[in-house]
């Protein structure tokens, strides 16, 4: 079983940065692609960025390429979400989850493949 723990969120201004950190326990070895995902009021729930666990290889929403990184560190057992250039937009709930497979991009970014999800941490930017 797997328990994913996020952390890093808070209140920042626009153009600044935050780093989220989602630390994963549990059956790691199964947890193959790692996402991120937010969600704000009145809103689905949206892809924000996919990693592989092994291999590091990385896919970003158009909304964040650019200006958010995800990054993990294996023996760590660390995925992080470095944010920069932060828009009011951006706030919102965000949560990593974890998947058993390696999902291709059209598939990883489909909130519905992940098992495991964790309690989320708020993200607020002001104008």
């Known amino acids: 079983q797997v328990q994913l723990v996020e952390s890093g969120g808070g209140l920042v201004q626009a153009g600044g940065s935050l780093r989220l950190s989602c630390v994963v326990s549990?059956?790691?070895?199964?947890?193959?692609?790692m996402g991120w995902f937010r969600q704000a009021p009145g809103k689905e729930r949206e892809f924000v960025a996919t990693?592989?666990?092994?291999?590091?290889?990385?896919y970003y929403a158009d909304s964040v390429k650019g200006r958010f990184t995800i990054s993990r560190d294996n023996a760590k057992n660390t995925v992080y979400l470095q944010m920069n250039s932060l828009k009011p937009e951006d706030t919102s709930l965000y949560y990593c989850?974890?998947?058993?497979?390696?999902?291709?991009?059209?598939?990883?970014?489909?909130?519905?493949?992940?098992?495991?999800w964790g309690q989320g941490t708020q993200v607020t930017v002001s104008s």
């Open positions: 989850a974890t998947a058993y497979h390696h999902y291709t991009q059209s598939l990883a970014v489909i909130p519905e493949r992940y098992e495991y």
């Open positions: 549990g059956r790691t070895m199964s947890a193959y692609t």
């Open positions: 990693i592989a666990w092994n291999s590091g290889s990385t």
